[in-house]
């Protein structure tokens, strides 16, 4: 006979504890499997973010390394060697003061018409013109002068503002007390061109004994170095800075140096730049003043041991929710699944507790009772 329907029935305990059985391990470890999800993402962005930066801070070492060898092979062509080579003898029969003397004269006179024709030979020297040439071929370079060992101008592409640069600290550091040597600055701006700029001083050495006989000091543009940075994608609320080691921000989208501007960030990471774990893990994840969580990788460029003028650090930050949204998400559902599975197991729980089945009494029959006493 066939059967017209199929019954399954058991008891509420049996239920009850069948689904304890199923749902309690299922729902706990689906929510440990979403734990482990959002470290997972969380470590895969760190890491990300730590390449990031390490790849923006090689690409500004090395602009800033190969703005310094631009300088450098033209310190060392013929033209700038003999020109401060020629300079320098003028000065073979004068005593120091007599030097200081004729130098600072025309020092004083250097913004009036009576330098008008020394000025004009700085400019229209075959030394200027070849400068030009590569300013030309390098618009990097924004302005480019050479001096003799006095830090007298001997040739420029533009009119320099001083004549005389030898009483200055970036010039006794170009001349290192006769040895010569580089000195890179820190971030100026300038008012004509309206760019940021590093000034690149490499010395001019003697051919033959080394010594020190004169500088190439050039003016080179930042604003590709900039453009190359701001074009990294980082997302809605992500970006990409450069700051100074004591948080200033030089660069990042909507911000310039002049804003002096400090970063949040990098207060955020200080100790972990302070630490050899932290500098190798190369991000954190920490909650800024405004009370959200970001995302935060770092790298130092490494220019300050070879350049002091320019300890910079390269940084970039992410809102953590956006970073770990889709694993987020799943995450909630995951907790969600559990709390809504436990509250229907306690509910029925409470319900095979209050109607639980009750044992009956035996109920005494009237012809079991005694005849009363008489």
């Known amino acids: 006979m066939p059967l017209d ?3 399954f029935r058991t008891s509420l305990q049996k239920l009850l504890v069948g ?6 391990p299922l ?3 689906g929510f440990y499997v979403a734990l482990q999800g959002d470290s997972h993402i969380r470590q895969v962005n760190g890491e990300n973010f730590r390449s990031l930066t390490f790849t923006a801070a090689e690409s500004t070492s090395a602009f800033v390394g190969g703005c310094v060898r631009d300088v450098s092979v033209l310190a060392n062509t013929p033209g700038p060697l003999q020109a401060v080579s020629l300079a ?11 030097l200081r003397t004729k130098i600072g004269a025309i020092e004083q006179t250097w913004e009036s018409s009576e330098t008008d024709g020394l000025s004009q030979k700085i400019l229209t020297s075959d030394l200027a013109r070849q400068l030009r040439r590569v300013r030309e071929l390098n618009p990097t370079l924004l302005k480019i002068t050479v001096a ?4 007298a101008a001997v040739a420029a592409t533009d009119r320099p503002a001083h004549y005389y640069q030898g009483e200055g600290e970036s010039w006794q550091a170009i001349s290192s007390g006769g040895l010569g040597a580089i000195h890179v600055s820190d971030l100026r ?10 000034s690149i001083a490499y010395p001019i050495l003697q051919e033959g004994t080394g010594k020190f006989i004169g500088a190439v000091t050039a003016m080179a543009d930042v604003s590709p170095l ?17 700051v100074r080691e004591d948080g200033s921000v030089i660069e990042a989208p909507g911000v310039t140096p002049a804003m002096k501007i400090k970063s949040e960030e990098y207060a955020a990471i200080r100790d972990a730049l302070g630490s050899l774990r932290g500098r190798e893990a190369g991000y954190i994840f920490a909650t800024l003043p405004n009370g959200e969580s970001y995302l935060i990788g770092f790298a130092d460029t490494g220019l300050k041991e070879a350049y002091p003028n320019l300890p910079w650090i390269v940084l970039a930050s992410q809102e953590a929710r956006e970073v770990t949204g889709p694993v987020r998400n799943m995450t909630a559902f995951a907790l969600l699944a559990m709390i809504l599975a436990l509250l229907m197991l306690t509910l029925l729980g409470a319900h095979v507790f209050l109607h639980r089945t009750q044992k009956l009494e035996d109920i005494e029959t009237p012809g079991d009772k005694e005849p009363p006493a008489a």
């Open 5 to 7: 329907s199929l019954e």
């Open 19 to 24: 689904l304890i059985l199923i749902l309690v």
């Open 27 to 29: 729902t706990v470890f």
């Open 88 to 98: 320098n003898r003028q000065y073979e029969h004068l005593s120091e003061e007599a």
């Open 148 to 151: 003799d060992v006095t830090g």
């Open 189 to 198: 701006y300038d008012d004509k061109s309206r760019l940021y700029y590093l």
């Open 226 to 242: 900039f453009a190359q940075l701001n074009r990294q994608p980082m997302g809605r609320t992500g970006r990409l800075f450069l």
